[in-house]
């Protein structure tokens, strides 16, 4: 599904990831872990094609990215679905309009009954003509989280998705993300809390990796 042969990334002069080989199976859970600055977001943003590995060879659904074109890159982000670290939403727009964003804007319009279904599947039913700005951090996550899977994604990245949330919520997003993987989508999550592992471990078959002096490596039981 994503493979990485041999990954490299060089970032403002020194290497950020070396060596990286890894393959992301269909319906896996994996977890990235990692000292911050060690290349956690970077990783992401090379499953995606939002960044291009500088040595190596990254092939996302079987086709490598180096001879993709940017449509074909944009086309294939449609089947990852990413929760940003900071999430982004347009203050503007209601938040049923802001999760409904991808398919607008690949020129599709949500069908009300799915949109409030997914919604209902989040917590926020009762929030859909709230602005952003008067969302909670908890409640913002789970919005990002709604947005980055109603193109229906076969992967789900997650960036530090319980980061500025009490453990309560941070329980209820990573009970969401596991329903996901049981539905068959691959999810990764990066992470520095190593207490959400643990929790999760219990709840799924979850591989764990960590980035450690630019390579990536499965963490031990040592969590």
Not at 3 to 16: K, P, T
Not at 45 to 69: I, P, S
Not at 141 to 162: C, F, H, K, S
Request: net charge neutral; charged share 25%; proline share 4%.
């Amino acid at each position: 599904m994503i493979e990485f042969h041999n990954v490299a990334y060089n970032y403002g002069g020194g290497e950020l990831l070396s060596e990286v080989t890894l393959s992301l199976a269909t319906g896996s859970f994996h977890f990235l872990t990692g000292p911050s600055g060690a290349g956690k977001t970077t990783f992401l943003k090379l499953c995606y094609g939002e960044l291009q590995a500088t040595a190596g060879r990254v092939e996302l659904f079987g086709r490598d990215v180096r001879v993709m074109t940017r449509d074909d890159i944009a086309h294939t982000r449609r089947r990852v679905g990413v929760v940003h670290q900071d999430c982004q939403f347009l203050d503007h727009l209601p938040v049923a309009e802001n999760i409904a964003l991808p398919l607008t804007v690949s020129g599709r319009s949500a069908d009300p009954k799915d949109l409030k279904e997914l919604m209902g599947w989040v917590g926020l039913s009762a929030l859909a003509e709230q602005r952003p700005p008067e969302l909670s951090g908890g409640e913002r996550q789970r919005a990002a989280l709604a947005r980055a899977v109603i193109m229906g994604p076969e992967v789900i990245l997650a960036d530090e998705p319980t980061g500025n949330v009490d453990w309560e919520m941070s329980q209820r997003l990573l009970a969401l993300l596991v329903e996901l993987n049981r539905m068959g989508k691959t999810v990764v999550i990066a992470t520095h809390d190593l207490n959400l592992i643990r929790s999760a471990k219990a709840q799924v078959s979850a591989r764990v990796l960590r980035i450690r002096d630019r390579r990536l490596q499965l963490a031990g039981s040592d969590l």
